[in-house]
């Protein structure tokens, strides 16, 4: 949540410049001079500039590349086997197709998973793959 604090401030400093500087313009005095049509204009030229600046610092930026940091792997002692199937848990697939797919059997894609989440300090594969992604292992 404090990450949210700085943003909120702002708008809230924004905010209050914005009705100081309305009545510092005399705001009855104002209204009479200008048209409506110029404050309608006004206001939506202000709310589009705050909505495409706040997408813009809001929205998360995509990865350029990938790039596996393989110090993680072999500071965690992870084979290229269990990264095989560290991919394929993080794709979803259950031990059955990963057995199937790195033609090995159901028991020793266990095995793996096994290892993996002691090596990982972890308990499910959920907890896993955000480990893994975290220490960027996978993508």
């Not at 943003?7 to 705001?27: K, M, Q, S, T, V």
């Not at 409506?36 to 589009?48: D, G, Q, R, S």
């Not at 020793?108 to 993996?116: D, F, G, L, N, S």
Request: aromatic share 8%; glycine share 4%.
């Amino acid at each position: 949540m404090p990450i949210m604090v700085r943003p909120i401030i702002l708008y809230g400093i924004a905010l209050a410049a914005a009705a100081f500087l309305l009545e510092w313009l005399n705001y009855k005095h104002v209204v009479h001079r200008w048209s409506t049509e110029f404050y309608v204009a006004v206001i939506a030229v202000l709310c589009v500039a705050l909505g495409i600046w706040a997408g813009n610092r809001l929205t998360a930026r995509p990865r350029q590349a990938f790039a596996r940091n393989d110090a993680a792997v072999a500071a965690l002692g992870l084979s290229v086997r269990e990264c095989e199937v560290l991919e394929m848990l993080a794709a979803g697939h259950a031990n059955k197709v990963i057995a199937r797919e790195l033609d090995i059997s159901p028991n020793t894609v266990k095995t793996h998973v096994a290892r993996i989440y002691e090596k990982l300090a972890v308990a499910s594969r959920t907890q896993a793959v955000q480990k893994a992604r975290a220490l960027d292992i996978l993508p």
